[in-house]
Structure formats: C-alpha cells, structure tokens
C-alpha cells in the first residue's frame, strides 16, 4: 500500500525533481552553465576541467533522478526498493561531489545551499537500509 512508504515516495520524488530538473537545466544553458562555472573555479586546480566536470555531474544527475522514478515506480508496484536505494546513494554520491566542488571554490554559501539536499538524501538512505 501507498501509505505505508509515503515518506520514502515524497522523498524519492523530491530528490527526483532536484536532479532530473538541474540536469534539464544543465542541458538547456550549457554554455551559461560552462561560463559561470569557468569563472567560478577560475583560481582552482579545477579550472581547466569544468566542461568534464560538468558532463559528468550532468550524467549522474540524470541517472539519480531516473532512478529514483523508477523506484517510485517499482515501490508502489511490487514493494521493491532496490531502484530507490540504487538512486539514493547515487543522489548522495553526486551531492558530495557537488560540495566538493563547492568547498574547492570557496564558495561556502553554496556548500551550505549543498548540505540542505544532503539532508533528505541521507535521511532517504536510512530509510531505505
């Protein structure tokens, strides 16, 4: 029944909405994304990779976000959360990735932006262990 893993769902479909649509987005203004980030890790070691940096981060969104669908899905379906625990730790996985980045540019405004969606991420984790 839908109710009895209400919590996990919102959750999944919150980390599903985070990354499907900041991947989108990466999609969309790939070349805007490419120069504030050029700019932003200008006085990093990460300054010349920004656009692996990006396709990588950009593929692993993606994926989180499908799969925590597709969890939805198989949880609501046939009880199972292998898909939803597969998308979570990726979400988590691309979230520490993120913050990295951030702490890297100095930018402590947006490792703390960074740790508002690690909560519920991990808090996800756990509920599904």
């Given at each position: 029944m839908i109710l009895d893993h209400i919590t996990v769902l919102f959750l999944?479909?919150?980390?599903?909405?985070?990354?499907?649509?900041?991947?989108?987005?990466?999609?969309l203004d790939w070349k805007g994304n490419?120069?504030?980030l050029k700019s932003h890790f200008s006085k990093t070691f990460m300054a010349g990779m920004v656009?692996?940096?990006?396709?990588?981060?950009?593929?692993?969104?993606?994926?989180?976000?499908?799969?925590c669908v597709l969890g939805v899905y198989k949880i609501v379906k046939n009880n199972d959360n292998t898909f939803a625990l597969y998308g979570?730790?990726?979400?988590?996985?691309?979230?520490l990735l993120l913050l990295f980045g951030q702490r890297v540019a100095k930018d402590y405004d947006g490792a703390r932006t960074i740790v508002i969606y690690f909560v519920p991420a991990i808090f996800t984790l756990f509920l599904l262990q």
């Open positions: 999944l479909l919150f980390l599903a909405i985070t990354f499907i649509q900041s991947g989108v987005d990466k999609i490419i120069s504030w656009p692996l940096n990006l396709s990588i981060i950009l593929i692993m969104e993606i994926l989180a976000g499908v799969l979570v730790i990726l979400s988590c996985i691309t979230l």
